[in-house]
């Protein structure tokens, strides 16, 4: 667990009905493999909505370079069935520059069920390290946990649903940017929307000060001291 960590990117996607790659101040951009384009729907919330086929996936970054690789999104979700086809919302970490290569938490719906997944995605190859189904169907807050090589994934509060390691030799280490993905197999629009995208940072714990040595009574060994560190936990 983290001691301190700071929201470092927001959006609440309080626009027009316009493209999310629109947005004021160019703060989303399309990233590769997006073949659809997110719009607003009441002007507080995010839907997705594919140009009219089959198989659709949005991938956004959001523009922020967290100052390391250590860092969480997370988003809320609204999912409706209404047919049998799978529908996805995911928030990134770790998302590369000009290729489709993030880490993922997947959270998908379909009439048979509601599921989470840590999804490992390099160059628009996908392999789930960890998935979870039977989750209720309702708004819920979906984050994803990086640290080190270790992911989490929570799902409607601070309990962890899934965890995975990635320590292969197709690991994702650079710091990447945070962002959201959806991905639809139909071409019906409206039926799930997102809202309140955050970005959260963990700052690595300051330097130990007071430190101090000392033999004391002892011949063979000495003792050190110093007052703790602030940041995350160990």
């Not at 667990?1 to 700071?6: E, G, R």
């Not at 949005?58 to 069935?81: F, Q």
Request: with cysteine; hydrophobic share 30%; charged share 15%.
């Amino acid at each position: 667990s983290y001691a301190h960590t700071y929201q470092v990117a927001a959006d609440a996607f309080s626009y027009s009905a316009d493209p999310l790659s629109t947005a004021p101040g160019g703060v989303w951009s399309k990233q590769a493999g997006t073949q659809g384009e997110y719009t607003m729907a009441d002007g507080s919330k995010v839907v997705h909505n594919p140009p009219g086929a089959a198989d659709r996936r949005e991938a956004y970054a959001y523009a922020y370079t967290p100052p390391s690789a250590d860092y969480s999104t997370e988003l809320d979700i609204r999912p409706t069935r209404v047919s049998s086809l799978n529908r996805h919302f995911e928030v990134t970490v770790r998302q590369q520059t000009g290729v489709y290569t993030n880490y993922a938490a997947l959270h998908s719906i379909s009439a048979t069920g509601t599921w989470v997944s840590l999804v490992r995605n390099v160059a628009g190859t996908g392999t789930t390290l960890q998935s979870v189904s039977g989750l209720p169907d309702q708004m819920r807050t979906i984050r994803l946990e990086i640290v080190g090589q270790v992911l989490k994934a929570y799902y409607g509060g601070e309990n962890v649903y899934i965890t995975a390691t990635d320590n292969s030799s197709s690991k994702i280490t650079a710091t990447g940017r945070p962002g959201l993905i959806s991905f639809q197999n139909s071409n019906s629009t409206g039926d799930a929307y997102a809202d309140n995208w955050r970005c959260l940072w963990y700052p690595p714990p300051s330097k130990p000060t007071n430190v101090q040595a000392t033999d004391g009574a002892y011949v063979d060994k000495c003792r050190i001291t110093w007052s703790p560190s602030t940041g995350p936990g160990t």
